[in-house]
């Protein structure tokens, strides 16, 4: 009669959340022999629980560390709930809190991530942020491992996006320090990047390595401009070599100057997603998805056929000798041997700001900003009127 197992999927969906690197803790007002006892049997290593009583006598600080030590806090009310969260969220973890009853409100309110599902209470669904349509822990799990893969491949176009443009942009400064011409046309250029990014629009569909999944990635502008800074100029080296084959060897005009250096600088900088989408060797050690592969090199494809094509005069371009052609396979491959051997130089010394220690100003100052937006945020910072 009073029997009130877990649910079979419990278990696999704890020991995949511990694998994404997320720790569970039980805050629960129920008695503190069962909770232990459940989470026993979910093979959740609880210890000895710490009741509301022996929470009371902890400060801030001490609760902080008595929290990544203790699995199940028992007997404990709403406010103890939410004190919990918020010691948490100061001490530089991210909380989501999961909890269905009205004594969740508090603590639903106080969380990163507030999460209640489709058959809670009224008050707990509208403290929430997130309402679960099963009563399923693999979703979260789920949710959590495909945020993760949404963020690493919109870092990966952004890594991209950012090195490219910026060594493009350096490169058409330099050759006009000696070319009495434009290097491309302002037409050719919007095109390039509309090809360019015609190509990535299959990232989403990209593989993710492994280690990007089992641990949270934080928004490091430091970093993207550390890549930007480093990056950027490596493409610019093949892009002067590029300018000095249509110059010295094939003695090119504008108009094929311009088209040679469209060509080149399609190329690299679409090829060179496969090169920036993982920090291992990519097609041995990291595949790319085939959409991308395919986009990638049909673009390139298309680049390359453009100043032969019947669209030449109208775009400004011109036919190229296939000689150059032999000598842009020769610059890709040496481009993108270049750009791997300097991720090996980068992410040596790039070092990796611990979470807790970016969440403390980066994440502290995104809140406080969008606070003023948010209705939550616009109670927080409201006085109340006496009585």
């Known amino acids: 009669v009073f029997l009130d197992p877990p649910k079979p999927d419990a278990a696999g969906a704890l020991t995949r959340l511990a694998g994404l690197g997320i720790a569970v803790k039980v805050v629960t007002g129920d008695n503190a022999a ?14 000895n629980a710490m009741t509301g009583t022996q929470l009371d006598e902890l400060d801030d600080d001490a609760l902080a560390t008595a929290i990544g030590a203790t699995t199940v806090f028992a007997r404990v009310s709403p406010q103890d709930k939410a004190r919990i969260v918020r010691v ?47 009563k399923n822990l693999d979703v979260l799990a789920d949710g959590v491992a495909e945020g993760r893969r949404i963020f690493a491949n919109t870092i990966k176009y952004v890594l991209m996006g950012t090195s490219s443009n910026f060594g493009n942009m350096f490169s058409a400064a330099g050759a006009s320090l000696f070319l ?3 290097p491309m046309l302002p037409s050719q250029i919007l095109l390039n990047n509309l090809l360019y990014d015609t190509s990535q629009l299959a990232i989403p569909t ?19 401009r550390r890549f930007m800074m480093f990056f950027g100029p490596l493409s610019s080296v093949f892009d002067f070599v590029t300018f000095g084959v249509m110059l010295w060897i094939f003695h090119a005009g504008a108009g094929e100057f311009r088209s040679g250096w469209f060509v080149e600088s399609l190329a690299t900088q679409t090829l060179v997603i496969f090169a920036v989408r993982t920090r291992h060797v990519p097609f041995f050690r990291s595949r790319p998805s085939l959409p991308l592969a395919l986009a990638a090199v049909t673009v390139v494809i298309i680049g390359s056929v453009l100043p032969a094509s019947p ?9 190229l000798p296939l000689a150059f052609f032999a000598a842009l396979v020769g610059l890709v491959i040496g481009y993108l041997a270049l750009i791997e051997a300097g991720k090996r130089v ?6 990796i700001t611990p979470p807790a220690r970016r969440r403390s100003s980066t994440m502290r100052a995104l809140h ?11 109670a927080e910072h409201t006085p109340k009127k006496a009585g």
């Open 180 to 182: 009495s011409f434009l």
């Open 368 to 378: 406080r900003r969008a606070g003023r937006f948010s209705l939550r945020g616009h």
């Open 88 to 134: 948490q969220r100061r001490s530089g973890g991210g909380v989501a809190f999961l909890g269905d009853g009205v004594n969740d409100a508090l603590a639903l309110h106080a969380a990163d991530v507030g999460i209640s599902v489709d058959s809670a209470t009224d008050v707990a669904k509208d403290a929430a942020d997130v309402i679960l349509l099963e």
């Open 206 to 224: 990209d593989h993710v390595d492994e280690a990007q999944l089992r641990a949270p990635s934080q928004w490091d502008i430091g970093f993207i």
């Open 34 to 47: 069962v909770a232990v006892k459940v989470c026993h049997d979910l093979g959740l290593d609880s210890g």
């Open 346 to 351: 980068f992410y040596r010394g790039a070092g």
């Open 311 to 319: 669209l030449a005069h109208l775009l400004g371009l011109s036919p």
